[in-house]
Structures are given as structure tokens and as C-alpha cells.
């Protein structure tokens, strides 16, 4: 609505009936223009008389004028006409929800969600250490096995109902804290992903000089930082034939040369290892010295939450858009970078250590190789943290959600191998201009992605380009898991004040990025590489993995398998018993019996945190462990609290919440059918769910 409509608001005090623009319209009649009186235009319509003059109080302060636009700006402007939210058009089938405006939104939204960092910075590196080509065999079968699997099932799960993480566990109430789970670690994981965002908008920034300020060994070095690798001592032959082992600088002082083999180097650190050290982050001695904001990369933050706030504000209808550039154009620098890469002297070799004749099929008889697929699989594809149901409830319901799961997989994957070309060319080159092998420059995480890249693109020629595209492409790949992140939490937000949702969207959305911008800040002091590690290693490890056994055990064994797929047949299409054979040996057993391996070794495995070499005092490990136990705790609370409202004897009560709701189904009254005509309506009836899902709004509807 236009600002004439605007009328009252809490800061208001009799101005009239006209709103913003009468009181802008205000003016003096008479000479005594200094009297406490005043004469306004204040009616926006005509009447056969014409305008009406009113006269009002005394002027009120400007900070008046201010909080009454302000108030009607929140009020009236984030609602559309006739109380419609921006999320949901009039030609959408769900028209309570919305849907996506095409199936490419949802796609590419999906491919966003999936693709992220760790393609780039995780997968190339377990490739090359865990036998090179041979590394895709296992990759591959636990792709079939665990990864597609999974995400069929969540993307399944999301369409049916049009619910998100928490309020589709309607179909099985005692664990819908599953869903708060899921929804728990994925916002804490979005405070840090965030931050290593906002370190890619640094490096992208600081991109924009004629000589990348990691390329050498500048005024913040110190006298370990080198482009080369220096000697400390080595054996030489005296004049008189005599063979000493002295220091360096004798040997050069008196023009001798050191025996081959016998040289000793100094511990330096390149430019672009102290550069990330010493001026990106300023980084502390540990996690007990937090020392103080750094402004650069709290800004930077700042600038990461408010393009994931401005691509979200209308929700899927927005974003849906957005991931047209970001989740395309990194496609389009990989290709860039791959070409450069492959011209490169030494690029080769790069290529061969990461997937070429050096190859070891041996490994394939380690068991150390299939966790790692195994593992890769899992958190690439963001199966269980909620995402993959949040974006599949925004679909129609006769989506084709099997074509959808087994294109988005496959787009995950071969991604995840072409990134490592691009990378391991460019390392190639890097270890021939160090006459390195590449086994020596090879990293990954953030030494990869903030040290030794970096270091390789100083090295070519017009570096800031390349510079430049490699953390833009950065920038798109996080954004583009982030915006799913964000949408995950809105569409919970969604399914318990759908009212609110609908007038506030805008406001609820930045106020949510806001939270979480200041909650990360403690990611962005001199110790915050610190708290990003420590949150990535407990909240993105094993907790995720005991949501996951939960959620496909409960669906498989206590919801019931073959009742879940007629489920999806009533959305696909009829299926031939053949067709469902792999899904039911996967759902049923092979799935949660990996998944349980998985995580019994990740227990078994699991080692307190560090950061290089700095180890962490025992009370961030204490911190450590309260948030992941923060995260699975929901689990039993509440099936305790769904046991404890439920009727009869324990036994009944338990049985009473291992069956589905009676608002379980098809969101829409028509998708139903026979099979579901007996579901009550999701909006009146909320048998059994607890009050922060739903009861207390409707309530009070």
C-alpha cells in the first residue's frame, strides 16, 4: 500500500484521518504562521465541497512524524493486498504455503543447498589421499547405498505433507524432536558458515589491488616468512680439505657451497599462510584469548547476512530467483579456472596425483576409504539437517520428486569431481615452481581454500583476476547453502505462526539475520577461527548422523516402509513391485545398517578439537559438548512430553504416539484421496502435537 494510506500508529496523537500525506501536507493559513494552531489538509478524498480543513493540536516533534512511518512501513508495506504473503502467488496450488514459480527454481535451489564448500575444499583432498580414481568406486556405491536413498526420502517426505523439518514428524509424533534437531544444528551451523563466507568476501575484496597483498613477504611478515625455503646449517669443505658443519651464513660470508645432502632449513611459513594468520584474522595464541572484534571481518559478516536477508525477504519466491546467478555462474569459474589450470606447466602432474595413472586400488581394502565415502556422501548432499524436507514442501504435489532426488545426486557428485581438476591443476603448477612433489602442497579446508590456492593464483600472471573469480565463486557456493539454511528455519517459524508469517515476512526474516549476525560475532574476534572450528567439529559431526539412524528407522520400521511408499505413489504415479525393490532393501536395512557403522566409528574415532597444532583447553571441549548435548536432548524431551499427553496405560500412550496424527496427509483437501478422507483439517484439529508446534496459534485463531 501507498504511503496515503497510511492512518494510525502507536507514536500518533490525533493528527486526523489522512494519514502520512495529510500531515506531509500540512501548511500555514493566515499571517500568524509562529501560533500553536494550525490548519491541515488532512481528507485524501474529494467530497462535493472540496477539501476539508481540520484543525488539529499543537505540532508534534519530528521523532513523532518518524515513528508514525516507521510503525505503518512494518504494518502496511511487508503486507501484500487482501493479507496475501509474499511467499504465495494467486496461481499457486498451495495457495496457505506457496510453491515454487517453476521446477528450475526448485532445482537449481536444491543443486544450491547441496553444492557447497565442501566440494571444493574436501572432496578433492580425501580423493587424492584415499587412492586417487580409485576413490570414486567407493563414492559411488555409497552413493546408491546411503546418499540417495536418504535424500529420495527426505525430498519425498517435504512434498507429501507441505510440511517442514518439525511439523511433518506429524506422521510420527513421538520423535518429532528429530525435526528440532535437525533445525537446532542447522541454525548454529549457519552462524559460522556464515563467517567463512565473510572470509571469502575478505580475500574478495582484498582481490582488488594491482599486487595481491599474499603474494609476498610485506611489512606484517616476520622473519620466518619466506617464498623459499631457507637453509639453516650444512656440511662444507674448507680450503685445507677439512669438512665442517657450520651455519649458513659462514658458508656464504667466505664463498664456500654446502655438500649435497647435508643441508639443514629453517620452519618458515609462506605469505599467503602468515597473510591468513597474522592480518585476515589476527589470529590469537588459543581459545582463551579472545581479544577484540576485528571490524574488517565483522563487516564483512554484516555485508553476508544482509545479502542472505535481501535474497530471502520474500522467501522461495526471491531466492528462487537469486540461485539463477549463484548457484550457475560457479560453473562457469570452474570451467574458467580448469582451462587456465590445464595450460599451466605442471598441471599434469597435479592431475595425475588427483585422479590419473598413480591411482592405488589397493586402498579399496582399507576400511578407512569407505567411511570416508561413506561420511563425504552424507554432508555433501545436507541430508537430516532439514533443508531437503523445508525446500521440498514448497513443491506441487504430483512433482516428480524421484527424477528431482536422482538429478540433484548426480549434479552433487560430478561436481564434487570436476571441482578437483580445477584445484589439482593449479597445484600442479604450483609444486613444479616449487620443484615440490604435490603431495607437499596439497591440503584442504581452510589451508586450501585461504593458503595454498591463494599462494597458486599469486603466482600467474594477472593474479588479482584470478584471485577474484576463485573467491567469488567462493562466495556463491556458501550463499547458496546458506540461503537453504535460512529458509529451513523460516519455514519452521512458517508452520507455527503461518499468520504472522504472512503479514511479517520481511521483518521476521531480517530480524532472524540480524540474531544470527550477532550471535556469530564471537566468530570475528581474534579468536573466532577458534569458535568455528570448535562449532564445526561437534555440531556438523556425529549428532547429525544419530538424527539421520532416528529418521529412517522411524520411518522404515514404526511408520511403516510400504505404507510410506504408497504415500509417494499417490504423488509419482503407480510403481511396479521391481521398482520399489532396491528402495525397500536400502530404507529398510542397508541404509540405517551403514548409517549405524558410520556412526559407531565416528564415536569410536572421535578426538578433542584442535586448530593446527594449538590444542584446546579443557573447558572449549566442555562447550563443545553442551551444544551438541543442547542439540539432541529435544529427542527425548519431547517424546516424554507427546507420551505424557497422550491417554491410557504407558503402553497405549507409547503405541498412541507411534502412530500418525489425525492431521497426517496431504496438506490440500484434494490431494487426499480415500486413503487420507478420514484426516482432519491441519488448521482446526492438533491432536497430540505440543504447543510450540501449532496448538497455542490456533488456539488463538
Not at 567407493?138 to 510440511?163: D, H, I, R, W
Not at 592405488?360 to 563425504?376: G, H, I, S
Not at 560430478?414 to 589439482?424: D, H, K, M, W
Not at 496438506?667 to 487426499?672: A, G, K, T
Amino acid at each position: 500500500m501507498g504511503l496515503g494510506s497510511l492512518q494510525w500508529g502507536p507514536c500518533s496523537h490525533g493528527w486526523g484521518e489522512g494519514g502520512l500525506r495529510g500531515w506531509f501536507r500540512t501548511r500555514p493559513v493566515g499571517a500568524k504562521t509562529r501560533e500553536r494552531k494550525q490548519v491541515a489538509l488532512v481528507q485524501t478524498q474529494k467530497s462535493e465541497g472540496g477539501w476539508k480543513p481540520k484543525e488539529l493540536p499543537s505540532p508534534k516533534p519530528l521523532w513523532h512524524a518518524a515513528c508514525q512511518l516507521w510503525w505503518h512501513l512494518l504494518q502496511q508495506d511487508f503486507t501484500l493486498s487482501k493479507g496475501q504473503d509474499a511467499h504465495a502467488g494467486q496461481n499457486d496450488e498451495n495457495t496457505d504455503r506457496g510453491n515454487w514459480s517453476s521446477k528450475t527454481d526448485y532445482l537449481l535451489s536444491m543443486i544450491g543447498y547441496a553444492v557447497g564448500l565442501g566440494n571444493i575444499w574436501r572432496f578433492p583432498y580425501l580423493t587424492y589421499q584415499n587412492g586417487g580414481g580409485a576413490f570414486l568406486i567407493p563414492y559411488t556405491v555409497m552413493l546408491a547405498l546411503a546418499g540417495l536413498p536418504l535424500f529420495f526420502l527426505e525430498c519425498s517426505l517435504g512434498q507429501f505433507a507441505s510440511l517442514g523439518p518439525i511439523s511433518v514428524w506429524r506422521m510420527l509424533p513421538i520423535l518429532q524432536g528429530v525435526g528440532f534437531t535437525a533445525v537446532i544444528i542447522t541454525t548454529l551451523v549457519a552462524i559460522y558458515y556464515n563467517v567463512i563466507i565473510a572470509y571469502a568476501l575478505y580475500y574478495l575484496f582484498a582481490s582488488f589491488q594491482s599486487v595481491l597483498p599474499w603474494s609476498d613477504c610485506f611489512s606484517w611478515a616476520d622473519a620466518s616468512c619466506s617464498k623459499t625455503p631457507l637453509v639453516s646449517d650444512c656440511n662444507t669443505t674448507l680450503l685445507n680439505g677439512t669438512v665442517i658443519h657450520t651455519n649458513y651464513s659462514f658458508v656464504t660470508s667466505n664463498n664456500l657451497t654446502c655438500l649435497n645432502g647435508s643441508m639443514t632449513y629453517k620452519q618458515v611459513q609462506p605469505p599467503s599462510e602468515q597473510y591468513w594468520n597474522k592480518v585476515a584474522l589476527r589470529r590469537s595464541s588459543g581459545l582463551d584469548e579472545t581479544g577484540e572484534i576485528v571490524w574488517y571481518l565483522a563487516l564483512c559478516l554484516l555485508l553476508s547476512w544482509l545479502i542472505v536477508g535481501a535474497a530471502l525477504f520474500k522467501g522461495i519466491k526471491s531466492s528462487g530467483k537469486v540461485v539463477y546467478f549463484t548457484a550457475l555462474f560457479p560453473y562457469v569459474v570452474l570451467v574458467i579456472l580448469l582451462v587456465r589450470g590445464a595450460t599451466l606447466e605442471g598441471a599434469r602432474n597435479g592431475i595425475e596425483y588427483y585422479i590419473g595413472t598413480q591411482s592405488n586400488f589397493t586402498k579399496l581394502m582399507e576400511a578407512e576409504v569407505w567411511k570416508d565415502a561413506a561420511t563425504q556422501i552424507f554432508f555433501s548432499l545436507s541430508v537430516a539437517w532439514g533443508g531437503l524436507v523445508a525446500l521440498s514442501s514448497y513443491n506441487k504435489f504430483h512433482n516428480n520428486c524421484y527424477s528431482d532426488a536422482i538429478t540433484v545426486c548426480l549434479v552433487n557428485c560430478l561436481t564434487s569431481v570436476f571441482a578437483g581438476f580445477a584445484i589439482f591443476s593449479v597445484l600442479g603448477h604450483m609444486a613444479f615452481l616449487a620443484d615440490k612433489p604435490v603431495s607437499e602442497v596439497v591440503d584442504s579446508g581452510f589451508d586450501l581454500v585461504f593458503v595454498a590456492y591463494p599462494s597458486a593464483l599469486s603466482k600467474l600472471p594477472v593474479a588479482p583476476l584470478w584471485s577474484f573469480l576463485f573467491f567469488f565463486m567462493l562466495l556463491l557456493l556458501g550463499l547458496d547453502s546458506q540461503f537453504a539454511s535460512i529458509e529451513t528455519v523460516t519455514t519452521t517459524i512458517q508452520d507455527i505462526f503461518p499468520s504472522m508469517m504472512k503479514k511479517l515476512r520481511v521483518p521476521v526474516t531480517l530480524g532472524l539475520c540480524m540474531l544470527l549476525f550477532f550471535l556469530g560475532l564471537i566468530c570475528v574476534t581474534q579468536a573466532g577461527i577458534y569458535w568455528v572450528n570448535l562449532l564445526d567439529h561437534f555440531c556438523a559431526g556425529w549428532g547429525i548422523l544419530f538424527a539421520a539412524v532416528l529418521e529412517i528407522v522411524g520411518i522404515s520400521w514404526i511408520y511403516g516402509g510400504n505404507r510410506f511408499i504408497e504415500d509417494i505413489e499417490m504423488m509419482i504415479g503407480k510403481k511396479s513391485w521391481w521398482f520399489w525393490l532396491w528402495w525397500r532393501a536400502c530404507w529398510f536395512f542397508i541404509t540405517p545398517v551403514l548409517l549405524c557403522v558410520i556412526l559407531f566409528w565416528s564415536l569410536v574415532t572421535f578426538s578433542t578439537p584442535k586448530y593446527g597444532s594449538v590444542e584446546y583447553p579443557t573447558w572449549g571441549s566442555a562447550v563443545g559438548w553442551c551444544l551438541i548435548v543442547f542439540c539432541i536432548i529435544w529427542i527425548p524431551i519431547v517424546a516424554i512430553i507427546k507420551i505424557a499427553k497422550a491417554q491410557g496405560n504407558l503402553w497405549q500412550r507409547i503405541m498412541s504416539c507411534c502412530r500418525p496424527a489425525a492431521n497426517w496427509g496431504p496438506y490440500l483437501e484434494c490431494h487426499r484421496g480415500e486413503r487420507y478422507s478420514h484426516m482432519t483439517d491441519p488448521h482446526k484439529e492438533q491432536d497430540q502435537e505440543i504447543p510450540t508446534v501449532d496448538g497455542i496459534v490456533h488456539k488463538l485463531e
